[in-house]
Every structure is written in C-alpha cells, then in structure tokens.
C-alpha cells in the first residue's frame, strides 16, 4: 500500500470513528512532578493519544494546589479542571497527596453550589501509570463535553491574546 | 526579584523530525514574537546540542535576554541541561522555563494526524502560559551547609557492618546503631552461608588486608571511628543533611562488656529457662545467655523480661561484671548523614503446608539452626518430633513469595538457601534423600550457577511442581499432594518439610520510616530515590539505603549495597559542606498570624515557630509548597511556585478564551 493511500485510510477511519464534536472544551490539568507529569510523559513517550485540549501546569506537588488556583482556572474559562498527584503512601513529598485529596474534596463540595459541580477532579497515578492518565484525560474529557461549557466563560469580557 | 523589565527569549526545538513532524515549530516561533515581553523567538532543530545552546547563548547577549524559555522535550530531561546553558550566559539558572510540547504535544497526538491545527495550537497555548509565567519569574541564590564527618548507620547486619567499615576506614566517624544485642544480622545466626560455605560472621578486609576478619575478633568494637550501640533504637530523629538529630534509646544489658571474660559461669547457674527465639521452639535458653554462639559482643546479655533477679549470676561472677540494676539510657547525637540498614524478617507462613500444626514442618532458616555444628543438635539433623534423623527432606519454594495473596515479589535468596541446604544434607547425610518442589530456580550471581550443578550431581531432586495438598502420616511425616507443571499428579511422602518462606520488611521498618520521615512502599520496604538511578538515595538528602530494608537481597548485594551507601553518604561529607538551591518556602513575618498551620502540615519539619512566628529552615525545606496552600494569612510563598507565578501561567494559557472564542 503506497504512503498517500494509507494516510488517507488512517484519516477516514479516524474520523468515521470520532466526529468532530459540537464544541470544544478547554480543560487544565496541574500535574505534580514527580508522577502524574511522569505519567502524562510516559503516555507521550509511548505515543498513548489523549484529548489534544487536556493541557498541563506543572507543580512541584499536587499539596502546592491551592483551591484557589482551581478558581483562578474556572475563571478564566476553563471548562474543567484536573487536579492529580502520587499515589497514596508514594508521595514524594510525604504527605502532599493526603492534603491535596482533603482540599480537593471539598473544594468539589463548595463547586457544586455555585453551579459549577462536575468540573474538578482529583486523581492519583505513579509516574508509571501513563495508561491511568491517557484514561483519566480523556473521560474527564468527554464528561466536560456532555457537561456544556463553562458558565464563566460569559463573564470573562473578551480574549487577552489571540 | 529584580526590577529590570523582563527581555524574554523563546526558542522552539523541532527536534529533528520528533517534534516538527506534529507541529509548525516555525508558526509556533513566529506566534510568540507578538506576546508581552518577548524580545526574540525563533527555532532550532535541535536546542538541546551544543551548537543549539550557544545560539542560545548568542542571542541572550544579541538581545539582552533575561528571561529564558525552550519549548521543547520534558523538563525531567533537559530542565538541568539548559538551567546550566543559561547560567554558563550569565543568567540566574530560575529564569529560565520549559514548554513541554514533545512529551506532552507532537508525541502524544501524534496518531491524530488531521489535528496538526491542534496540536500546533496547543503548542501554542503551553509557549504562551510559559511566557506569562516567566515574566513573574524571580533570580533564586543558594546556600551552602556544612556536614560534619560524622554519619549514623542504623542496622549492624551486612550491609550496615560494610558501609560503617568502609566510612571508619576513609576517616569518618560511625555511630553503628543495633536494636537486637548482637550484630551481624540475619547472616550471623546462620552456621555457614551460600556460595563460600563459610560462616556469616565474615566482614569484609580492612586495610588493605587481604584476609577477611572474623567479627569475634572485634574488628568492629574495637575501631576508634566506629561506635556500637547494641539493644538500641533510634527513638527520635528530626533535621537535614549536616545537622541530624537522633535520640538514642538503649535497653539495659545487665553485662559489662569490657569486662566480662565469657568464662560462662552466670549461664551454668541461672534458674529460669525459656525457649531460645532462634531456635524455634527446639531448643531452651536461659536468662542470662549469648544470643547466638557466635554473638559479638562476646558478653551474655540478660533478657529482663524473664529474669527473677535471683542473684545468682552476680555472685558467681568473678569479675563483677553483671549490673541487674542497669537502667536503660538515651544518647543524644548529631550526625551529617544517616544510612539504614535494618534489613529484612521472614514470613510466618501460619497455617499453610501445615505450619505451626506439624512440628516436622520448618522454616529454611530453622533448618539451618539445626545444621549448625553449634546450633541446639550440636549440627544433627534430627525431626524435632521424635529426634530421629529424616530419611527424606522435602522443600517448598515460594512460600509467600511471587504469591498476590501474600507478597508479589520474588524473594531473592530463597532458591540459593534451599540449594545450599540440600547440598550440605547430600554431602553430611548421602542416603537422606532431599526434594525441591519449585516454580522457577532462579539463581543470577557469579558462581551460583556452580553450585547448583553441584546439587544435581550430588543427586537433589528438583521437581517443577505446586503442592495441592499436605496430609499429616501417622509418623508425623508429611504426604504431599504434587501437581507437577507437566500435568503429572503424584503423592510423595517426606519426613521433614522444610519451607522458604518470602522475605518482608523488617519488624517495626513502618515506625522506623515514620520516625525518619522517610517513604515506605505499599509493603513496607523503604523506598528509593530511583529503582535503577538512585538505589541507595532517599527522598531526603543525607539518608541512604543498604541490604533488604528496600528489597530482599541476598549477602552479596547486601554488601554492594553497603559500600554504595557509604561512597555516597561520603560524598557530602568529604565536601565538608552541601550547596542547596533555595527554591524553598519564605515567610513573609510582618504577614505570618502566628497560627502554626504550615508548622503541622510540613513533613520534613522544616518550619518552627519563634516569637509568635513561623521560620523556616531552609535547607530541610524540600520546595513542596503544602505549608503556602494551608497558610491563612498569604504569609508563606514558595520561591519558583509563587501564587503570582502559577496565576500568570493559568492566564496566560487561558488567554485565548473569551465570551467568543473557543
């Protein structure tokens, strides 16, 4: 089969596979160091395909994320959020993961009453687990897609940069 | 933070074909000229070559550059490479940042050809959110810590009598901490080990020596560099590299070691016999007795919990040597590096193959107490049941081990004791006959191979098989139900069922790491920086690993790792001092409320309160920024991750979305 053709034959059963969904959401996730950041290269490494909109601020722990970064994040527009980190007992900081799981949990509580419920999760992976990433990224993904767009992204008034 | 207005440079890697396959590196170089504060952005095919990093070098002085981005591999791969390039330019190495766009972009949306927009897009987007992040970027200095040559090794087995031999021998002081009253460890209680057949009390040659050293004849107790603390545990350990702070706890002895001549008299005597915790229920100790024949100390130990204070020993003793008022004591030190080496237990496989329901079912390690020529027989194998020697010994592989019900992991050692033990049987006792139920022999080291050649010819029966079932003959033997891998399904009846039994975390190694602050992984083993990188660091600079506390190792690994630990718990300490970078938490006082949150919550107890506010040590703060999120006031930031820097980023990657925008 010469090149052209199988590129083509890739791009079509691509796209009968997937169609281009209605709209698409922005999604961030803050990834820790020293394992989902791993993982999220891992599944780069292993070219494991993940929604292109998932993309990554790194922090040194996922106990460095305070709420407030979340907030800051939905603010801005995105329409969710990722928040994950080391597994349990194999955080690199000790105990970062534990405090990290506590603030999310309820940050996920305070979100739903404001009307913004479903757009935060808190998962652990090890540095290893790039399946468990590709995983996560892409289910939160669809679920923020049937969720519908992030409300606040009518308050945020026009784009800083193109 | 300097006040000069930020000149950033941005340079996009193609990567050879890796990146720019996926993405228009050059639409992506070209975007970035119109962000706030780029001065220059163009691409390179390779930016992490030398000549890609001296263009980097080039235009930081072409255009003044101050702040540094390459969007290209991950961080964890050329952060350090680039970090130095920028610092080689004259650049504070913390203005320099990285847009992750192989890992996390070109390769990870590569099978979504028709997203070439996309991921060209989201190339974008991450050069963006580094670009508003850099502009919030701060110049970080560092700061250097003087370490002491003096190191604390916890667990005098193998691997810690290796590691505090080699430090005491480069010139450093050892402070050799024991809990059980003897050292050597595991292979001390073990007449003869695999391999050299020789006994486990061997430590490696000192000075130059080629002739290895027996531990009675206290090579150990009696080096100037190296102080022993048997019956004594770490109750206390808080500080960093160079300022360790351990309190030692020791349990009273009721012997003076120095004087006291072994003659022997003080055991003869002492009414109160129990069973002797080595020799599993075959053999009765006194209360005053040498933990095992070979013990170093060379001094019996009182065991207090039994003893009636009789009195008896203390007036045979004819050299006032015992104490039985003897109270424990706690020993304060402070050391520049620490190395644990607590080493491993065994599992009690209670219940399985009749354990602990037969008597004639053992444990490997009972087996080779009964084999000792000093052992409780005086080194006859007999059935503990009716003192009659076996005629046929059988033995179960894998107890425990590569078993998801107990531990996944392969046990290391199991297959060599086994062969070692079915070797000494054949060559002792010709006409026992000795069988070896197996699911893999697994034997890599050199000369193992050898040995296990040696078995075959000496006649060991290895079978590949599962035991389904054990049933108690009227003897006391054992009928065994065997499944062999073939298919074939056979009984055989044995005398003696021996079993090896998986290799665990050491007793109390949960409460150890605890105290140390230290990881464990989900079984109890310590955990290493790097499985394959860094097996003898930690996650805490200045603490090492040796032996079997991290994994089961047998002697021979157990003394690598021994010598790794101490060349690396050298290496700080014959610097003298550590540089550390400080990318770590800072307090702003005149904002800090003095609640102590940051102090609960920080894991290295790098933060304590003074004058009604909280401090921080910088160089045991580690950078991972729990104690900035549980600060109620803002007081605490943490240098590199500010909150200013991490909302930069989240607006900038977000910059592009709006009311009418995607």
Same mark, same amino acid.
């Given at each position: 089969?010469?090149?052209? %053709?199988?590129?083509?034959?890739?791009?079509?059963?691509?796209?009968?596979?997937?169609?281009?969904?209605?709209?698409?959401?922005?999604?961030?996730?803050? &990834?820790?160091?020293? &394992?989902?950041?791993?993982?999220?290269?891992?599944?780069?490494?292993?070219?494991?395909?993940?929604?292109?909109?998932?993309?990554?601020?790194?922090?040194? &722990?996922?106990?460095?994320?305070?709420?407030?970064?979340?907030?800051?994040?939905?603010?801005?527009?995105?329409?969710?959020?990722?928040?994950?980190? &080391?597994? %349990?007992?194999?955080?690199?900081?000790?105990?970062?993961?534990?405090?990290?799981?506590?603030?999310?949990?309820?940050?996920?509580?305070?979100?739903?009453?404001?009307?913004?419920?479903?757009?935060?999760?808190?998962?652990?992976?090890?540095?290893?687990?790039?399946? %468990?990433?590709?995983?996560?990224?892409?289910?939160?993904?669809?679920?923020?897609?049937?969720?519908?767009?992030?409300?606040?992204?009518?308050?945020?008034?026009?784009? %800083?940069?193109? | #933070?300097?006040?000069?207005?930020?000149?950033?440079?941005?340079?996009?890697?193609?990567?050879?074909?890796?990146?720019?396959?996926?993405?228009?590196?050059?639409?992506?170089?070209?975007?970035?000229?119109?962000?706030?504060?780029?001065?220059?952005?163009?691409?390179?095919?390779?930016?992490?070559?030398?000549?890609?990093?001296?263009?980097?070098?080039?235009?930081?002085?072409?255009?003044?550059?101050?702040?540094?981005?390459?969007?290209?591999?991950?961080?964890?791969?050329?952060?350090?490479?680039?970090?130095?390039?920028?610092?080689?330019?004259?650049?504070?190495?913390?203005?320099?940042? #990285?847009?992750?766009?192989?890992?996390?972009?070109?390769?990870?949306?590569?099978?979504?050809?028709?997203?070439?927009?996309? /991921?060209?897009?989201?190339?974008?987007?991450?050069?963006?959110?580094?670009?508003?992040?850099?502009?919030?970027?701060?110049?970080?200095?560092?700061?250097?810590?003087?370490?002491?040559?003096?190191?604390?090794?916890?667990?005098?087995?193998? /691997?810690?009598?290796?590691?505090?031999?080699?430090?005491?021998?480069?010139?450093?002081?050892? +402070?050799? $901490?024991?809990?059980?009253?003897?050292?050597?460890?595991?292979?001390?209680?073990?007449?003869?080990?695999?391999?050299?057949?020789?006994?486990?009390?061997?430590?490696?040659?000192?000075?130059?020596?080629?002739?290895?050293?027996?531990?009675?004849?206290?090579?150990?107790?009696?080096?100037?560099?190296?102080?022993?603390?048997?019956?004594?545990?770490?109750?206390?350990?808080?500080?960093?590299?160079?300022?360790?702070?351990? *309190?030692?706890?020791?349990?009273?002895?009721?012997?003076?070691?120095?004087?006291?001549?072994?003659?022997?008299?003080?055991?003869?005597?002492?009414?109160?016999?129990?069973? +002797?915790?080595?020799?599993?229920?075959?053999?009765?100790? *006194?209360?005053?007795?040498?933990?095992?024949?070979? /013990?170093?100390?060379?001094?019996?130990?009182?065991?207090?919990?039994?003893?009636?204070? =009789?009195?008896?020993?203390?007036?045979?003793?004819?050299?006032?040597?015992?104490?039985?008022?003897? !109270?424990?004591?706690?020993?304060?030190?402070?050391?520049?590096?620490?190395?644990?080496?607590?080493?491993?237990?065994?599992?009690?496989?209670?219940?399985?193959?009749?354990?602990?329901?037969?008597?004639?079912?053992?444990?490997?390690?009972?087996?080779?107490?009964?084999?000792?020529?000093?052992?409780?027989?005086?080194?006859?194998?007999?059935?503990?049941?009716?003192?009659?020697?076996?005629?046929?010994?059988?033995?179960?592989?894998?107890?425990?081990?590569?078993?998801?019900?107990?531990?996944?992991?392969?046990?290391?050692?199991?297959?060599?004791?086994?062969?070692?033990?079915?070797?000494?049987?054949?060559?002792?006792?010709?006409?026992?006959?000795?069988?070896?139920?197996?699911?893999?022999?697994?034997?890599?080291? *050199?000369?193992?191979?050898?040995?296990?050649?040696?078995?075959?010819?000496?006649?060991?029966?290895?079978?590949?098989?599962?035991?389904?079932?054990?049933?108690?003959?009227?003897?006391?033997?054992?009928?065994?139900?065997?499944? +062999? +891998?073939?298919?074939?399904?056979?009984?055989?009846?044995?005398?003696?069922?021996?079993?090896?039994?998986?290799?665990?975390?050491?007793?109390?190694?949960?409460?150890?790491?605890?105290?140390?602050? #230290?990881?464990?992984?989900?079984?109890?083993?310590?955990?290493?920086?790097?499985?394959?990188?860094?097996?003898?660091?930690?996650?805490?600079?200045?603490?090492?690993? /040796?032996?079997?506390?991290?994994?089961?190792?047998?002697?021979?690994?157990?003394?690598?790792?021994?010598?790794?630990?101490?060349?690396?718990?050298?290496?700080?300490?014959? *610097?003298?001092?550590? !540089? $550390?970078?400080?990318?770590?938490?800072?307090?702003?006082?005149?904002? =800090?409320?003095?609640?102590?949150?940051?102090?609960?919550?920080?894991?290295?107890?790098?933060?304590?309160?003074?004058?009604?506010?909280?401090?921080?040590?910088?160089?045991?703060?580690?950078? =991972?920024?729990?104690? $900035?999120?549980? =600060?109620?006031?803002?007081?605490?930031?943490?240098?590199?991750?500010?909150?200013?820097?991490?909302?930069?980023?989240?607006?900038?990657?977000?910059?592009?979305?709006?009311?009418?925008?995607?």
């Amino acid at each position: 089969m010469s090149q052209s %053709k199988l590129k083509t034959k890739t791009k079509s059963t691509q796209a009968s596979a997937k169609p281009k969904p209605a709209w698409e959401p922005r999604i961030v996730s803050f &990834c820790c160091h020293y &394992c989902s950041y791993g993982a999220a290269d891992l599944a780069g490494t292993s070219k494991m395909a993940y929604p292109v909109n998932v993309e990554i601020i790194r922090v040194p &722990c996922s106990g460095r994320v305070d709420p407030l970064h979340v907030i800051e994040a939905l603010r801005e527009g995105a329409d969710g959020v990722m928040v994950t980190g &080391c597994l %349990k007992e194999q955080c690199h900081f000790v105990t970062g993961n534990y405090h990290a799981e506590k603030r999310m949990q309820k940050l996920a509580k305070d979100l739903e009453d404001i009307g913004l419920g479903g757009r935060l999760i808190f998962e652990l992976m090890s540095a290893g687990m790039a399946g %468990k990433w590709v995983e996560t990224a892409s289910s939160f993904y669809e679920h923020i897609l049937e969720l519908g767009p992030n409300p606040l992204r009518r308050t945020k008034p026009e784009v %800083k940069c193109e | #933070m300097t006040s000069e207005e930020p000149r950033i440079g941005v340079f996009v890697c193609k990567c050879g074909t890796n990146i720019a396959k996926v993405v228009d590196v050059p639409a992506v170089a070209e975007y970035a000229k119109d962000l706030p504060n780029v001065a220059y952005s163009g691409w390179q095919l390779f930016t992490c070559s030398e000549e890609g990093q001296n263009i980097i070098k080039d235009h930081i002085k072409k255009h003044k550059l101050n702040r540094i981005i390459v969007a290209s591999c991950s961080p964890k791969l050329h952060e350090p490479t680039f970090r130095r390039t920028v610092m080689e330019a004259g650049i504070n190495p913390f203005f320099f940042e #990285m847009a992750n766009i192989r890992e996390h972009v070109s390769w990870a949306h590569m099978k979504q050809k028709d997203e070439y927009d996309e /991921a060209t897009q989201k190339a974008k987007d991450l050069v963006r959110a580094a670009v508003f992040r850099a502009s919030q970027l701060e110049s970080i200095g560092s700061t250097t810590q003087k370490v002491p040559p003096v190191c604390m090794v916890i667990g005098a087995g193998i /691997a810690g009598i290796t590691a505090s031999t080699l430090l005491a021998d480069e010139g450093y002081e050892v +402070h050799l $901490v024991e809990r059980s009253p003897a050292l050597g460890g595991k292979a001390a209680q073990l007449g003869f080990v695999f391999m050299t057949d020789t006994c486990g009390v061997c430590v490696p040659p000192r000075h130059g020596e080629m002739a290895r050293k027996c531990l009675s004849k206290r090579v150990i107790l009696n080096d100037p560099k190296i102080h022993v603390y048997t019956q004594t545990e770490v109750k206390h350990f808080g500080g960093y590299i160079g300022n360790f702070q351990a *309190k030692l706890e020791t349990q009273p002895r009721g012997v003076d070691i120095d004087t006291c001549t072994l003659c022997g008299k003080c055991i003869e005597v002492c009414p109160v016999e129990v069973p +002797h915790e080595l020799d599993f229920g075959f053999g009765n100790r *006194k209360a005053i007795y040498l933990p095992h024949p070979q /013990a170093v100390p060379r001094s019996p130990v009182v065991d207090f919990k039994n003893c009636t204070k =009789c009195g008896k020993c203390v007036e045979v003793c004819p050299v006032d040597a015992i104490h039985l008022d003897e !109270q424990s004591k706690s020993t304060d030190l402070t050391v520049g590096t620490a190395i644990v080496a607590t080493g491993f237990d065994v599992f009690e496989p209670t219940g399985l193959y009749q354990y602990g329901e037969n008597p004639n079912v053992i444990l490997q390690l009972a087996l080779a107490r009964l084999m000792d020529p000093l052992g409780p027989t005086d080194g006859k194998l007999i059935r503990i049941s009716d003192k009659k020697p076996p005629k046929h010994v059988g033995m179960i592989q894998c107890v425990g081990s590569r078993d998801p019900e107990y531990y996944s992991h392969c046990s290391r050692v199991c297959c060599q004791v086994a062969i070692k033990h079915a070797v000494y049987i054949k060559e002792h006792w010709p006409d026992t006959e000795v069988t070896i139920f197996y699911k893999d022999i697994r034997l890599q080291g *050199k000369e193992y191979e050898r040995y296990y050649l040696k078995a075959q010819k000496l006649g060991v029966n290895f079978h590949r098989a599962d035991i389904t079932d054990v049933k108690e003959t009227p003897n006391k033997g054992l009928k065994l139900a065997v499944e +062999h +891998h073939n298919g074939d399904k056979e009984t055989v009846n044995v005398d003696l069922l021996v079993l090896s039994a998986a290799m665990t975390p050491a007793e109390g190694a949960k409460e150890l790491a605890h105290t140390l602050n #230290m990881e464990v992984d989900l079984k109890g083993f310590f955990r290493e920086y790097h499985l394959k990188l860094a097996p003898v660091d930690t996650t805490t600079d200045g603490i090492y690993l /040796a032996g079997a506390c991290s994994s089961p190792r047998d002697i021979a690994e157990a003394s690598f790792m021994g010598a790794a630990a101490a060349s690396h718990a050298a290496i700080p300490m014959s *610097k003298g001092e550590v !540089q $550390v970078d400080l990318a770590k938490s800072i307090v702003d006082e005149s904002l =800090c409320i003095g609640c102590a949150n940051c102090y609960a919550v920080c894991p290295y107890s790098a933060i304590y309160m003074e004058g009604g506010v909280a401090k921080i040590i910088e160089v045991a703060c580690k950078g =991972c920024g729990i104690c $900035v999120v549980e =600060c109620p006031a803002e007081a605490i930031q943490l240098r590199h991750y500010r909150d200013k820097q991490i909302y930069s980023q989240i607006e900038g990657l977000l910059a592009n979305v709006g009311a009418t925008k995607k």
